[in-house]
């Protein structure tokens, strides 16, 4: 089943932050989020395994509660750059590793 | 240097055509994906191949079949075009326990 993202989208001034949520109504074992710019490929951004084990971006943090089984992926000090559709992905055990991708967060970073 | 390469980038064609879609990696994976990618933006994963054998076998028309030669190629062939499949299609790869996913420049497919 499809993971719930919000918001939809989201219009920041740079520097300010952002936060988007990743919800899901099976049991996880990891989530997984991506970028993507208009007209490219998604591109990784984050991995938040069972555990607490988290793999990434520099830049960029998430959280995965794995009880209410939620993600969320904090962006600060956004930067022009961080404008795309943000995608997160769940894995659920025993799924042959297969990620089910959320509708998407659009976030515009304006100056 | 390309990762995850796709061809064609774009594709146009008629209804009822057949037509396919290639994709190779040179990261050194074991597992590689066909996602589609509809005009509302869902990304939707179609198959997945591990070592060359199918594991991932979405809910999808028998039109299309994928066909993994080896661990680095992997191809989509769609039979008798429909307006419905007009999409972008991304290929991805990644090694099979870790799971971070790859993704290839994808190819817009048109059917008029």
């Known amino acids: 089943q499809q993971p719930v993202q919000s918001p939809q989208a989201v219009i920041l001034r740079e520097g300010e932050d952002a936060v988007i949520n990743c919800s899901s109504s099976k049991a996880l074992y990891s989530v997984h989020w991506y970028r993507q710019k208009h007209g490219e490929a998604p591109v990784f951004l984050m991995i938040?395994?069972?555990?607490?084990e988290q793999k990434g971006h520099e830049k960029i943090s998430a959280s995965f509660n794995e009880k209410k089984q939620q993600s969320s992926l904090y962006l600060t000090a956004s930067q022009l750059s961080y404008s795309g559709t943000y995608f997160c992905?769940?894995?659920?055990?025993?799924?042959?590793?297969?990620?089910?991708f959320g509708k998407g967060t659009l976030l515009t970073v304006n100056p | 240097d390309t990762a995850v390469s796709q061809t064609p980038k774009y594709l146009v064609t008629q209804m009822g055509n057949d037509k396919s879609i290639k994709c190779e990696q040179n990261?050194?994976?074991?597992?590689m994906y066909w996602y589609k990618q509809d005009s509302k933006k869902f990304l939707k994963i179609m198959f997945s191949y591990n070592n060359k054998e199918l594991i991932i076998n979405e809910t999808v028309p028998n039109r299309f079949s994928p066909k993994s030669p080896d661990k680095a190629h992997l191809n989509l062939h769609i039979n008798s075009l429909e307006l419905g499949d007009s999409a972008v299609y991304f290929c991805?790869?990644?090694?099979?326990?870790?799971?971070?996913?790859?993704f290839g420049p994808g190819t817009r497919l048109t059917v008029l």
């Open positions: 991805a790869s990644s090694h099979y326990q870790e799971n971070t996913q790859y």
């Open positions: 990261l050194g994976h074991d597992t």
């Open positions: 938040l395994l069972k555990g607490g």
């Open positions: 992905g769940t894995e659920i055990s025993g799924s042959n590793y297969k990620l089910t």
